[in-house]
């Protein structure tokens, strides 16, 4: 277990350091969180007070996913461009172990996305949230993490598998965000497209989050976070399969870096 | 005639390589549903923001928004990737016209 959470910090440590000198990372965290939060604040800070953390936080969760999921994969995606690729996957350790250690990295740079976006909603737009709710606010945001987490493990060997993961991926990222309500309600969607809305775990999460930022009566933050936490577990499980599929398909077909 | 052929197999190399598009699921993700969710994204935005009156500006706007995106970063790519790949100092070497061939 040791060696496992050793191997697990080494990949942490090493990813954040190649992150760090990324300009890629900076864009994703950085300078694409500041645009959509410049965007929402901007179309949303004269439409009502009830709209405001839209475009505060709305920002910084897009920065947050946008790092965490994307960013987490092509993480795995660079491997392959840099030939390091079947190295990965012929060390004794596990691959989730590797990947897990690569999301970390990923999830602390995405949580730094917050930071421009509520700056620039407070320097810029003199937008606040005085109503916020702190420990319920904490909890949402981590179930909100531990969702971002489990989505982008489960996801990550995908790209390892197939190089037109990246690409479909990346093409379904704006339907995230919008299934997902970073930055409008879900209830602005057409009703047919709300029940996929539903399966996803980071609708509840976010949904607690800004409930939490601008307090409502009818809020459920109890039965939103067991929601969030409970399709992250089904995520979990089915990740394990996925894990062994992509695993045995690696082997058999020997074509892992030309995948 | 060797300058359009240049330019034939230029195009058909940076449709294959250029956004890794390998396969036509990867193609119909980046060029179709990408933009429809991202003008679906902003219209959903706007009605938030502004109400229902101002859906057809939002959606025409990212249209046009797409539509330059596609053809702006997708010159800048060809050239950067180049860069990336370690494959520019060949082609500024091959005796092709540059003009044809990015």
Sequence with gaps: MRALVRAA?????????????????????????????????????????????????????????????????????????????????AVPTPLFVIVIGKILSSLLLGLMSFIPTVALAYFGFHAALPGLDPVRFAVSLGVLTLSFFVIAVALTPLFAVWRWAFTVLNGLEMAVYGLCGFMFPISQLPSWLQPISYLLSPTWATRALYASANPTPSANFVSWWLAALGLSAIYLGLSFLLYRFVDARARVTGQLALA | MKQLAAFGRSTWLQYVALFQWATPLGYLAYKVLLPVAQIVFFVQLGVFATGPGNALYFALGNSLQIAANGAIFGVIATVANERHNGTLPLLLGSPANRLVSS
């Design chain 1, 9 to 89: 910090w080494r990949a942490f440590e090493v990813s954040l350091r190649l992150r760090v000198v990324s300009p890629w990372t900076y864009l994703n965290w950085l300078l694409f969180p500041v645009i959509f939060a410049a965007i929402g604040l901007f179309m949303l800070t004269s439409s009502g007070i009830d709209r405001v953390a839209y475009g505060v936080l709305g920002g910084g969760i897009i920065g947050f996913w946008s790092v965490a999921y994307l960013d987490g994969g092509n993480s795995i995606q660079d491997e392959r461009w840099q030939g390091t690729l079947e190295q990965i996957f």
